[in-house]
């Protein structure tokens, strides 16, 4: 590597313009994390009449396209030559597919059961097919904007803050419009047109911004998937990291699945979404300093244990709801808020490190192969999240219904929501941990991290 590229001190900072418009770009990530995760199950089960199991095979399918989209999206984003750079070209094809489909996907004509699941499914799997175009080479600029880790954390912290402003938008205002007319197949649609403009804003804000950023560095592309696939075994750092958060992201799908249906039928109001989401969002906004300061000071792996063992804490806590009352369930969500910052924020940054980190091992830039896989294995997390949310209810006997016929759900389904919502959570976050004490011990990824400041010395 050239002197001045491992020159840290030396390298100019980002102009503010590109790391706030560069941040935009998670009004979007945020949104589609958000959106379908906590509207979508609900939509098929208690709006369109779909069986439980049906409704989380239409939600998790599409979404496990991505798997293999992911990756060869990033492979192609690193071999492009086009005009704007490999990056922004692909934003601007998301940014111009994306928005119209999502509002398609509640827009479904006048079916029921499976037949509406099965239109479900087709958009929404277009839908994360555009979402894929848009998403890996966004995740991928930041280690080419600055090869300075301290300004990686800064672009950074503007894109988790915009996440944060995005979950709390999305979060509030998809259950509100869905919910203004009696979950109404038209308030879907209305609700699917204006969570279509929040990310069309995003999405081409990102766009537009970040034509004056520059690019330090170029990742280099593996030739095949399996070739991706290899680079990814060898490299085990990433390997632990990867496995960490794919629990983890899995335990917050399974819980933002399960939100609607812990309000409805838990907490007994389907508005009861709209205050759980303040007390989790609220402490993601508040917090998220906070860790990054904890970090700074103790390490990034310190922070991320503090906010792993928190957020298992947080969800333990919520599985005593029923028994105590409201009052604890509020509490234990702005538990898992808090822990919930840290998670938004800490992987991304112990990922972007890790990159860093091969990059000086190998000599060789493959930060899209790498964000290409992490983007794949996120993305199922969260979609087998509501899958697995699913599966609970069938095994439960949860009835499906449409907006016009309201059914009493049995005790074992009532059960089943909130373990679901809770213990499921709980599990998949402790083990979580088993990972991330293993990457802990691995020296490989702090060594060359520690040595670059003294070399820039």
């Known amino acids: 590597m050239p002197a001045a590229g491992s020159d840290h001190h030396a390298a100019p900072p980002l102009p503010p313009t590109v790391r706030i418009g560069y941040g935009l770009g998670s009004l979007c990530t945020g949104t589609f994390a958000t959106v379908p995760g906590l509207i979508l199950l609900y939509y098929l089960t208690n709006v369109l009449a779909v069986p439980a199991a049906v409704a989380g095979a239409a939600v998790f399918l599409p979404k496990a396209w991505d798997v293999l989209i992911n990756p060869l999206v990033g492979a192609l984003s690193d071999r492009s030559r086009l005009r704007g750079g490999p990056r922004r070209p692909f934003l601007l094809i998301g940014a111009c597919t994306l928005p119209p489909l999502f509002a398609l996907i509640f827009a479904a004509p006048p079916l029921r059961g499976a037949p509406a699941a099965g239109y479900v499914a087709v958009l929404f799997l277009l839908a994360a097919t555009a979402y894929a175009v848009f998403q890996v080479p966004y995740v991928t600029m930041p280690a080419e904007m600055t090869e300075d880790p301290h300004e990686r954390g800064r672009v950074l912290g503007w894109r988790v803050g915009f996440l944060g402003v995005a979950i709390l938008l999305s979060g509030a205002l998809a259950p509100a419009i869905a919910h203004a007319d009696g979950d109404t197949p038209e308030s879907y649609r209305l609700m699917g047109a204006a969570v279509a403009v929040l990310l069309a804003l995003g999405m081409f804000g990102a766009w537009a911004a970040t034509r004056r950023a520059p690019a330090v560095a170029r990742s280099e592309a593996e030739p095949s998937l399996r070739a991706q696939l290899a680079a990814a075994r060898s490299n085990r750092p990433?390997?632990?990291?990867?496995?960490?958060?794919?629990?983890?992201?899995?335990?917050?799908?399974?819980?933002?699945?399960?939100?609607?249906?812990?309000?409805?039928?838990?907490?007994?109001?389907?508005?009861?979404?709209?205050?759980?989401?303040?007390?989790?969002?609220?402490?993601?906004?508040?917090?998220?300093?906070?860790?990054?300061?904890?970090?700074?000071?103790?390490?990034?792996?310190?922070?991320?244990?503090?906010?792993?063992?928190?957020?298992?804490?947080?969800?333990?806590?919520?599985?005593?709801?029923?028994?105590?009352?409201?009052?604890?369930?509020?509490?234990?969500?702005?538990?898992?808020?808090?822990?919930?910052?840290?998670?938004?924020?800490?992987?991304?940054?112990?990922?972007?490190?890790?990159?860093?980190?091969?990059?000086?091992?190998?000599?060789?830039?493959?930060?899209?192969?790498?964000?290409?896989?992490?983007?794949?294995?996120?993305?199922?997390?969260?979609?087998?999240?509501?899958?697995?949310?699913?599966?609970?209810?069938?095994?439960?006997?949860?009835?499906?219904?449409?907006?016009?016929?309201?059914?009493?759900?049995?005790?074992?389904?009532?059960?089943?929501?909130?373990?679901?919502?809770?213990?499921?959570?709980?599990?998949?976050?402790?083990?979580?941990?088993?990972?991330?004490?293993?990457?802990?011990?691995?020296?490989?990824?702090?060594?060359?991290?520690?040595?670059?400041?003294?070399?820039?010395?």
């Open 238 to 457: 990433f390997l632990h990291l990867a496995g960490m958060w794919t629990l983890q992201a899995l335990a917050i799908g399974v819980m933002l699945a399960g939100v609607q249906y812990f309000a409805t039928y838990t907490l007994g109001s389907p508005g009861a979404v709209t205050p759980l989401f303040a007390c989790l969002i609220g402490p993601l906004v508040l917090f998220m300093p906070l860790w990054n300061r904890l970090a700074r000071r103790k390490g990034v792996t310190y922070a991320q244990w503090c906010a792993s063992l928190l957020y298992t804490a947080g969800a333990v806590l919520l599985a005593f709801t029923g028994a105590v009352g409201p009052a604890v369930g509020y509490a234990a969500v702005v538990l898992v808020g808090i822990a919930y910052a840290g998670l938004q924020l800490l992987p991304l940054t112990m990922l972007a490190d890790t990159l860093a980190a091969d990059a000086v091992a190998t000599g060789r830039r493959r930060a899209a192969t790498f964000t290409g896989l992490w983007t794949a294995a996120e993305t199922l997390a969260f979609a087998l999240g509501a899958g697995v949310f699913a599966l609970v209810l069938a095994l439960t006997g949860f009835r499906s219904s449409d907006a016009t016929h309201h059914v009493e759900q049995p005790d074992a389904a009532l059960t089943g929501i909130t373990a679901g919502m809770s213990v499921l959570p709980a599990v998949l976050a402790a083990a979580s941990l088993l990972l991330l004490h293993r990457y802990r011990e691995t020296p490989t990824v702090t060594r060359p991290l520690q040595e670059e400041p003294a070399r820039a010395d």
